[in-house]
C-alpha cells in the first residue's frame, strides 16, 4: 500500500533532502506550509508529519490515518481524538528534552544573578555596578532548593541540567515515589502546598491535563519565600497568572520566567509586558539549532516501523 506522506513540518533543505532520500519509492511525499494546507491536500495524504490547525479539519478525512506532530504537548488534539478512533496521533517525545533543559536553567540563572538588569543598563550604555549592588543579593544555588512539579522527559532533563549547582531538587508528581541519582525527595502533587514553602525556585513542567491545570494557586504563590523565583516551562494553564501577576506587582516573590502562557501569543495588554522582575520567553524553550534533523530522523524511524507493520497485516 502506498503512503501519501503531506509534511507541514517547516524543515531545513537538508533536512527535506533527506526525508526525501530516505522514503521508499512505493511512498510519496508532498511539502505545503502549515498555513496554506488546502483541502486537496488533506484528501490527498494518508500521514501527515507536522500540524494541522485547526484539527477539526481532519474530521472530513478518514483517509489520514496517523499525524506525527514536532509538539511533545498534544492537547490541540485531544477533543479530535475523543471523536476519531481511526486516527492515531504521535508526537516527538525525547527531541526537544536538552533543549527545553538548558533553555529552563538558563532562565532560572538568568534571574538569580540579575542579567536582565544588567541587558537593560547596556542599552542605556549605563555602568550599573552601583545599583546591582544596592539590590538585594544575587543567589548562589548551593545549598538552595529547587522544586519541580512535573516528571516528564524535559523535567527528568532539566534536573539533570541543575546536578552541578550543588543544590537540593523536590520532584511533585501523581504519586510520591520514585528513584533518581539527581533527585532527594518525591513528594505527591497533592502534597505542594504542604511543602512549597521550602523552595527557593518553583519549577512547573506540568502538561495540560486535568489534574495540573489551576495547581500554582494563589495558595502555593502566597506560600512562597519572598525571595523565591517562579518559572514555568510546561503548559500556561498550570498557573494561576492573575494571581502571579499580584505576587510579582508587590514584590511578593522574587522574580518569574515564563516560556508558556495561558493565551498565545501574549496579548499586547497582558501586565506580565509591564512587570520589571518578569522574563518573558515566547515558547521557545525547546528550539534548538540541529532541530528538524532530530525531527525527520524520529519520523523516519517510527515510518519504518509503521511499514513493517502495515507489510506484516497484509
Known sequence: MTERILVTMTTSPSSLERLLSEITASNEVRVVRTGQVRDEDLAWATIILGNIAPPSRLQEFPNIHWIHSPNVGLDMYRDLLA???SLSVTNSRGVMDDAAGEHGL????????????LVNAKSRKEWCRDAYMREPESTVWAGKQVHVPGYGTI???????????????TVYRREAAGSDQHVDAFRALSALANHCREADAL????PDVPGARG??????????????????????????ESALVEALSHKAIA????????????PHDSPFWELENVLISPHVAGRFDRETQHHISQFLERLADHLRQRTQER
Open 106 to 117: 538558563a532562565l532560572l540563572l538568568a534571574l538569580s544573578r540579575k542579567i536582565p538588569q
Open 215 to 240: 495547581i500554582i494557586s494563589r495558595q502555593i504563590l502566597s506560600t512562597l519565600k519572598p525571595t523565591a523565583f517562579v518559572v514555568n516551562l510546561g503548559r500556561g494553564s498550570a498557573l494561576d
Open 155 to 169: 523535567a527528568r532533563a532539566f534536573i539533570r541540567k541543575l546536578s552541578g549547582l550543588g543544590l537540593a531538587v
Open 203 to 206: 519549577v512547573s513542567i506540568l
Open 83 to 85: 471523536t476519531t478512533s
Open 255 to 266: 522574580g518569574a520566567a515564563l516560556d508558556v502562557f495561558a493565551s498565545e501569543p501574549l
